[in-house]
């Protein structure tokens, strides 16, 4: 069965300092892997997707990017932290195709001080 | 474009008893998906009931049920002999078939189940 791992699961950073938040899917190959950032506990905003290693689209203008160096591991990350970027990132994986349901990692909430 | 719309910020229901989430998935797509998702507390998102637009059988999956009205754009979610871990955020989610997978979210109906 597949798994999917976020870590950290809380993180404190300064603002200015960077970020790195790690995904992996376990159990399946060629996923299609995502990153959203939910504030508030409301509604989720789609921040990247990938479709492959080494694709990435971005879908908000910001201060993150992302990297899939390996087919089941996905990585959000920043230069220097702003205080906006606080909330709850979630990880997920689709098989893609016309399997559109996506699964959740148990997330990692951040807070920029 | 497509939108999700939940126009239930809070619901309650009593424990036993049986309680319906609204949502409409607005599209011009003719082919589509649509999901609930549930968050409990502790804040992990998971897979409740999935409706593939071109069928017109509803889906169940156990005590959750989905009234899907294509013409009407609606996709409610039945929850039936509630249970108090049934408590948690509730999401309505939709994605096109031409759209690459990304699902759009509507902005959650918090249900709370009182024993």
């Known amino acids: 069965s597949q798994t999917i791992h976020q870590w950290p699961a809380t993180l404190v950073q300064p603002v200015g300092s960077p970020l790195s938040l790690e995904c992996t899917v376990e159990?399946?190959?060629?996923?299609?892997l995502y990153w959203y950032r939910q504030a508030a506990g409301r509604g989720l905003q789609l921040l990247f997707y990938?479709?492959?290693?080494?694709?990435i689209s971005s879908e908000v203008p910001q201060n993150l990017s992302a990297s899939r160096p390996q087919d089941r591991q996905f990585i959000l990350s920043s230069k220097k932290l702003l205080l906006s970027d606080s909330g709850f990132y979630l990880c997920a994986w689709s098989l893609g195709g016309t399997a559109y349901e996506q699964y959740f990692g148990p997330g990692t909430r951040l807070t920029v001080t | 474009a497509q939108t999700v719309t939940q126009s239930q910020p809070e619901m309650s229901v009593q424990e036993a008893e049986t309680v319906t989430l609204s949502c409409t998935y607005d599209t011009s797509e003719s082919d589509y998906y649509l999901f609930w998702y549930k968050q409990p507390p502790s804040r992990q998102m998971i897979l409740v009931i999935r409706?593939?637009?071109?069928?017109?059988q509803n889906a169940t999956e156990n005590r959750f049920s989905v009234n899907f009205q294509k013409a009407a754009k609606s996709f409610s979610l039945k929850i039936s002999d509630s249970q108090l871990g049934d408590a948690a955020m509730y999401f309505c989610?939709?994605?096109?078939?031409?759209?690459?997978?990304?699902?759009?979210f509507g902005q959650g109906t918090e249900l709370s189940v009182k024993p």
């Open positions: 159990g399946t190959s060629n996923p299609n």
């Open positions: 989610a939709g994605v096109s078939y031409n759209q690459g997978g990304k699902l759009i």
């Open positions: 409706q593939e637009a071109y069928k017109q």
């Open positions: 990938s479709v492959g290693i080494g694709q």
